[in-house]
């Protein structure tokens, strides 16, 4: 399975797994999202298994974590979100992105899916990540989205 690691290891039994979009969605996608590199960092350092689910090529999300010092435990395609949920045992499943495709693919792989907006956020940010902003400052939403 490209991009996905088994679930070995001692990952089995995870309480929560959260998947990235990158554009649109990331402070270093193209177009930049509201959600801050911060905010994935939290995400590891509270247990989660974390890594990005985009319509980039593998080896290009791969570089991307590289060049951010992160080890994601998985990379996958978007419309391989599935493969995710078979590989990692867990009572929570996230996916946060920006586009109704996001949604589409989240709901399909048994996915919540969380929208990257700033109005979103504030609802389940602080629930997911804790009392952290996790929105790049002075973002209100997305370039060329109402809040």
Request: glycine share 12%.
């Amino acid at each position: 399975m490209a991009g996905v690691a088994p679930d070995e290891g001692g990952l089995s039994g995870v309480a929560t797994v959260v998947s990235f979009d990158i554009d649109g969605t990331l402070e270093i996608g193209d177009p930049p999202g509201i959600i801050t590199i911060d905010a994935v960092r939290t995400a590891r350092r509270l247990g989660y298994v974390v890594g990005s689910c985009s319509d980039r090529p593998l080896a290009h999300q791969r570089q991307l974590w590289q060049r951010l010092a992160l080890d994601p435990d998985f990379t996958v395609l978007k419309h391989r979100l599935a493969e995710v949920r078979s590989a990692f045992s867990a009572v929570a499943y996230y996916h946060i992105g920006d586009t109704d495709v996001d949604e589409h693919f989240a709901g399909l792989a048994g996915f919540r899916f969380l929208r990257a907006d700033a109005a979103s956020f504030r609802a389940w940010g602080p629930a997911l990540l804790g009392p952290l902003t996790g929105v790049s400052r002075g973002a209100t939403a997305p370039p060329g989205r109402p809040e």
